[in-house]
């Protein structure tokens, strides 16, 4: 079992930065595959950023590709999404999640087991 935290949301203007991080709980997080999705409001769940378990694979959502980078530090079960060049359209519920299957990344959400509870990200025009 898994525990996941998300933090570092907030308001921002358009063009600024934010770094969310996840915090997770348990010893095998170096195992797990991580990925980053969101929510906005009236919308489906989507992907944004994922992640391999040695932190040697990553893949984008071509809507954040070039802005965001996700990143890890296993030693701290911690990943990161940190965001540059923020939109509107980037106004959502970030969800930080987790699959054990850590050998490869993954953009779907039934791939991911473990769901954080989401931090609030608004980017004003």
């Known amino acids: 079992q898994v525990q996941l935290v998300e933090s570092g949301g907030g308001l921002v203007q358009a063009g600024g930065s934010l770094r969310l991080s996840c915090a997770a709980s348990g010893r095998t997080f170096s195992t797990y595959a991580m990925g980053w999705f969101r929510q906005a409001p009236g919308r489906e769940r989507e992907f944004v950023a994922t992640?391999?378990?040695?932190?040697?694979?990553?893949y984008y959502a071509d809507s954040v590709k070039g802005r965001f980078t996700i990143s890890r530090d296993n030693a701290k079960n911690t990943v990161s999404l940190q965001m540059n060049s923020l939109k509107p359209e980037d106004t959502a519920v970030y969800y930080c999640a987790a699959t054990r299957d850590g050998g490869s990344y993954y953009t779907e959400l039934l791939s991911y087991r473990f769901w954080g509870q989401g931090t609030q990200v608004t980017v004003s025009s």
């Open positions: 992640i391999n378990w040695s932190g040697h694979s990553t």
